[in-house]
């Protein structure tokens, strides 16, 4: 099984910049892939970005296109999120798993269990 803490998460304003961290615990990371995802107050859970377990294919949501970047370590067991740029709509709790992507379909089916997430909260 593997566990997932998820940290950098904060308050700032509208352009500014974040970098979400995601460490995994288990000695099977460096072979699955990896998802960001975000829950708005009041809104579903969705989908913002998968990285596969090399780290040479990504995709994203279109609404964080050309402004995040995944990435990860897997010698450190660690998924990152760099955001720029950011909006207030980006304000959510964000969340990483672990699972499958689909890539005629664009899905990504999360097989692990959720962690607390992290807070980002972009103010205008």
């Known amino acids: 099984q593997v566990q997932l803490v998820e940290s950098g998460g904060g308050l700032v304003q509208a352009g500014g910049s974040l970098r979400l961290s995601c460490a995994a615990s288990?000695?099977?990371?460096?072979?699955?892939?990896m998802g960001w995802f975000r829950q708005a107050p009041g809104k579903e859970r969705e989908f913002v970005a998968h990285?596969?377990?090399?780290?040479?294919?990504?995709t994203y949501a279109d609404s964080v296109k050309g402004r995040f970047t995944i990435s990860r370590d897997n010698a450190e067991n660690t998924v990152y999120l760099q955001m720029n740029n950011l909006k207030p709509e980006d304000t959510a709790v964000y969340f990483c798993?672990?699972?499958?992507?689909?890539?005629?379909?664009?899905?990504?089916?999360?097989?692990?269990?959720w962690g607390q997430g992290t807070q980002v909260t972009v103010s205008s």
């Open positions: 288990g000695r099977t990371f460096s072979t699955i892939a």
């Open positions: 798993n672990w699972g499958t992507y689909y890539s005629p379909s664009g899905s990504f089916s999360v097989r692990g269990s």
């Open positions: 990285i596969n377990w090399s780290g040479r294919t990504t």
